[in-house]
């Protein structure tokens, strides 16, 4: 029973990705006529190609590479870095910050959005990768997950490196971060993904077709090309392909991500 409940999420699961497929691949005048079947009767390229020569998706690709890796490694070196301080170091109102970072759990992103976008205006920012990139800098749960870790090393390390001279710095990127690769790299690649998936932020702080990130750039191939499906799907395909093989290299990884970030694994 379990095996056909699976198969069954799974076929639902897969069916839209298939239909994108066998829709980019037919010839337009085909994708809307009401004799297209559900399995591909052609083998039609001329989307793909449109895609890629006549639409701007490889100035898409560079702005989303570009910003995903940037947030992703701007987000880990400011999450460690906050978190070890929370963690590691003993200042006034440290317990006050660290309530300050639970809490922002629970204020919605959308709320932020207007005040986000005034700032980013008056800061000249707006179509630019700054612009894109500021406000998603901050990820609470990279700063609680890192802290955790954190928390249960033993101090004693802490102390022998002190005592051998060594500072903060060589404590966090020498001693503590060599004993966290499987947890930063499982934070890196969801942080990646996330990043990459971004849509709405991207799409009020970029005008410009130049600036656009993938998900954003595929409303314009629409309104571009008009009505035109084929091409509509070859550019979904072609912006989550990146994605997608990269779930499938690291799907271990994300598993625990995902698991880190929801408390399941501490």
Known sequence: MLLVITLTAAAIWIFPLYWAFVTSI???????SSNAGLLPDMFNLAAYSDA?????????YVNSIGTSVIITVLVLITGMMCAYALSQMRFPGRRLLYAVVLASF???????????????????????????????????????????????????MREAVLLDGGGEYTLLFKVYLPLNWGITTALA???????????????????????????????????????????VMAVALLGAAPVAIAYLIFQKKVTEAVMISSGVKG
Do not use: C
């Open 189 to 231: 690649i969801i942080t990646f993904i996330m990043a990459w998936n971004q849509f709405f932020w991207p799409f009020l702080v970029t005008t410009s077709e130049s600036m656009m990130t993938i998900p954003v750039g595929i409303t314009q191939v629409r309104d571009t090309f008009g009505v035109n499906y084929a091409r």
């Open 26 to 32: 037919r010839d337009e005048n085909h994708v809307v």
């Open 106 to 156: 629970m204020i919605p992103t959308q709320a932020l959005v207007v005040t986000q976008f005034v700032l980013m205006n008056d800061l000249g920012l707006v179509n630019t990768w700054g612009g894109i990139i500021l406000p998603q800098l901050i990820v609470p749960v990279v700063i609680i997950v890192y802290k955790q870790f954190f928390d249960a090393v033993p101090q004693e």
């Open 52 to 60: 890629l020569f006549n639409s701007k998706l490889l100035t898409w």
